[in-house]
């Protein structure tokens, strides 16, 4: 570097991307995960194990076939979804949460990083975290019930999808939240609500005409009903009209995550 080159107060001095920070940003919120594993891999993969066990055992035996396959294997591509977007929103919400309780949020916005490089940054590990669950359930479900998808390369779009749009949607609620139990009032109101009445454990063509026009407006249905198209190549809708639904909610609660991020909403006096 020219030893009389000046830069302005407040200048980027790494170009039009700070690849170091964001890779080191990337790395911390991956390997944060990685570091409690019993707890943030581990857990989930015995509560979808549960679920299907608990379904099977209590329902199984006299429920008929669905969209005519039979009802263990039309729940487990959903249950494979809820996982996956329970565990994207979690990493990336509490990782904010706990910074701005500990008062370490600091460390994170001083770096020389734009407000683009934190969302990215954040959605990384939020991604991660919810790849490595699918790829263990799918592994389970080969391993227990001989399942194999239909359309792996569908399973994996949608699977990134789903990690991608929760992710941003964590870190727009661990932007809002100040402390533990306003997240909780999130995940339990919000994102819980989301998961479980997105035609997870059942077709919404079963349900009241109200109700099936409401869930049409849900993200999270598209994102359940297209995993569904690409384990058992069955849905409730175009598995193109979901995807083009997912995409453009993960680009608008990703435009919101940037906005809030630049102007510093509930991070900065």
């Known amino acids: 570097m020219d030893s009389q080159t000046r830069y302005e107060p407040g200048a980027r001095r790494f170009g039009a991307v700070n690849w170091l920070g964001l890779a080191t940003l990337c790395r911390r919120e991956t390997q944060r995960f990685l570091a409690v594993w019993t707890q943030t891999l581990l857990a989930p993969l015995v509560t979808a194990g549960l679920f299907l066990m608990i379904f099977t055992i209590a329902i199984g035996p006299s429920r008929g076939d669905v969209m005519g396959v039979p009802f263990t294997r039309f729940i487990a591509p959903g249950i494979l979804m809820m996982t996956v977007i329970q565990n994207a929103f979690a990493n990336t919400s509490s990782s904010i949460v706990i910074s701005k309780v500990q008062g370490n949020i600091v460390d994170t916005l001083m770096p020389p990083l734009a407000p683009f490089e934190l969302v990215i940054g954040y959605l990384a590990g939020g991604i991660a975290r919810g790849l490595v669950v699918a790829c263990a359930i799918l592994l389970g479900l080969w391993a227990t019930t001989g399942l194999v ?84 190549g069955v849905s409730d809708a175009s598995p193109a009209l979901g995807a083009a639904v997912a995409i453009l909610a993960t680009l608008v609660v990703s435009l919101m995550a940037w906005g809030l991020f630049r102007t510093g909403w509930r991070l900065k006096a």
Do not use: C, W
């Open 149 to 232: 998808p239909a359309h792996p390369l569908i399973v994996l779009g949608f699977v990134l999808l789903g990690g991608t749009f929760l992710s941003a949607v964590g870190i727009v609620a661990g932007l809002f939240a100040n402390k533990f139990d306003q997240m909780a009032a999130i995940t339990n109101f919000i994102v819980t609500p989301l998961a479980f009445l997105s035609g997870t454990f059942y077709s919404v063509e079963a349900l009241p005409r109200g109700l099936y026009e409401i869930t049409h407006f849900n993200p999270v249905f598209y994102l359940i009903d297209g995993a569904r198209y690409g384990v058992l």
